[in-house]
């Protein structure tokens, strides 16, 4: 069966989080989505090219999509952008 | 006649880029590409968000394409990734 599994990008070193989809990959997992917000957004795209170029060449965008989402703060609300990109294989 | 133009993100403050893009938009160009590399996808993905949400609402995403660019640099190459957002209206 297809599975699917999130992966949020946070303050880790980059390779941290390819080394997760990667392994992903290769324990049958066919979806892999990429969650990141704010400054993470760059380290999210190069989780997913590194995925692609180097470990899982067979792996597919599925979908880019961006959004705005708003936190609640000690000092009201912020926006912030988010990424979520889906990989296929 | 449709126009298309182009805008590369680099080290201005964002809201210059999103004063770029609503200007553009604001003066017959239908389509507009938000290009970055590294660090500054971020910004890229803030800007298409902030002109989305509080000035040009009825702009949508054409595309969001990732690649991987090689640059030459003086200790020889180095790999960086880029985002080119799409916006129509």
Redesign the interface.
Known sequence: MAEENIIFVGKKPTMNYVLAVVTQFNSNVDRIVIKAR?????KA??I??ITR?KFIHEAK?DS?????ETLQGERGES?V?S?E?TLTR
């Open positions: 704010g400054k993470a957004i760059s795209v190069d997913a090219e170029h965008y880019i999509k961006v959004a705005t926006n952008s990424i990109i």
